[in-house]
């Protein structure tokens, strides 16, 4: 009998269910029946505290389509990990290696993104053995093309700039549509490609606001009634580029607005002299249904997670590389950031077809 713990970690995304689904019917196809899947609260909140379920079949029918997790999740953050917890005495990392071997664990699927890969790392470092899921609406994982959640957000994403669209269109405006993708520029690049924005600002390429009012202004003397500029939340200036991290930290953390996008707005009205309307979809892109291709990703990521579980394979992640999925080692994860390559393939068609990227 094995005994198969899963997990999911950090923010949620869609698929997140899919990709259980699929690594739990691979399971009970792979062993004929003959495994036990537990499934662990809240992501290493549940390991670390000891809350945990025996998950029967029937759980995981019927949750292809269904968005979050039926897990539940949690944010913990790595850097915390090896930190004692004074107040309750806990030493986290032993706790969850206790859950793991009281549970009887043979293997734990941790399904996350980068903070997750860090921890799941350490915890296969510290003897446990482990294999993991690619999940985050930034596709910001190293070690894959693709993580899911990504093409589900994009829709989500672009549709926002399309509704804008509309809107921008009839009362001749500028808008910004904020994206999001913490510090990476993936979703933002897709979602301003997909819906046609006229400015797509990413964080790895730093803006120069006279240039953003430049595009602006000749979209304008084109006669063009509208634009719209798809904003990463991450999205950074060249004077901010030159800064020294902790400045940039101390400036961001003492800026007047809510938002990078906001700030970018009150900066194109001094220059332009005209009102610019801010959108942010926030956690909206995150929710709902998981798209066709991440259903397909998350299914065949999930096989490969229970091949590797039948082959006692551990210590990985399933990556999708040039179209197959491949086991990625733990340790070529861990640490790393995906960020979007500046010359991509998408950045110049976009950059050849006249979008502006502020620089
Ligand atoms: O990592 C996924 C993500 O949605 C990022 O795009 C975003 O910056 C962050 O999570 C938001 O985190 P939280 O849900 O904790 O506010």
Redesign the pocket.
Same mark, same amino acid.
């Given at each position: 009998m094995k005994k198969v713990g899963i997990l999911t970690s #950090? #923010?949620d995304c869609q698929g997140l269910n899919a990709a259980i689904r699929g690594v739990a019917k691979s399971l009970y196809e792979q062993f004929s029946d003959d495994v036990e899947i537990y499934g662990i609260q809240d992501g290493y909140g549940g390991l670390i505290n000891g809350v945990y379920k025996k998950m029967k079949k029937s759980d995981f029918s019927g949750i292809l389509t269904l968005g979050g997790t039926i897990l539940g999740t949690s944010?913990q953050p790595f850097k915390m990990m090896r930190v004692i917890d004074e107040e309750n005495n806990l030493d986290k990392v032993k706790a969850m290696k206790n859950t793991y071997r009281q549970i009887g664990l043979d293997c734990l699927v941790i399904i996350g #993104?980068n903070g997750t890969h860090k921890s799941a790392n350490m915890l296969w470092e510290e003897g446990l053995n482990v294999v993991t899921m690619p999940k985050?609406?930034?596709n910001d994982v190293w070690g894959t093309d693709m993580t899911f959640g990504f093409y589900s957000a994009v829709d989500i994403a672009t549709q926002v700039i399309d509704c804008i669209h509309t809107t921008a269109t009839s009362h001749g405006r500028v808008f910004i549509v904020e994206i999001? #993708? /913490?510090k990476v520029g993936w979703l933002n690049l897709y979602a301003g490609i997909a819906g046609g924005a006229d400015v797509v600002l990413l964080p790895e390429i730093p803006y120069d606001i006279n240039k953003v009012a430049q595009v602006l202004e000749r979209r304008e003397n084109d006669g063009k009634r509208f634009s719209i500029l798809a904003v990463a939340?991450g999205a950074i200036s060249k004077d901010e580029s030159e800064m020294k991290k902790k400045d940039f930290k101390a400036g961001r953390e003492n800026m007047p607005y809510p938002s990078v996008s906001y700030r970018i707005a009150d900066e194109l009205k001094a220059a332009m002299g005209q009102e610019i309307r801010v959108t942010v979809p926030g /956690?909206f892109q995150?929710g709902g249904s998981p798209c066709a291709y991440d259903r397909v990703l998350c299914t065949r990521f999930g096989a490969a997670a229970a091949r590797l579980i039948k082959q006692e394979k551990y210590g990985y992640m399933t990556g999708l590389k040039n179209g197959l999925i491949v086991p990625v080692p733990l340790g070529e994860v861990a640490g790393k950031l995906k960020r979007v390559p500046v010359d991509c393939d998408e950045i110049l068609a976009a950059r050849e077809m006249g979008i502006s990227f502020g620089d």
């Open positions: #950090g #923010g944010r #993104g985050t609406i930034d999001m #993708g /913490h939340e /956690h995150r």
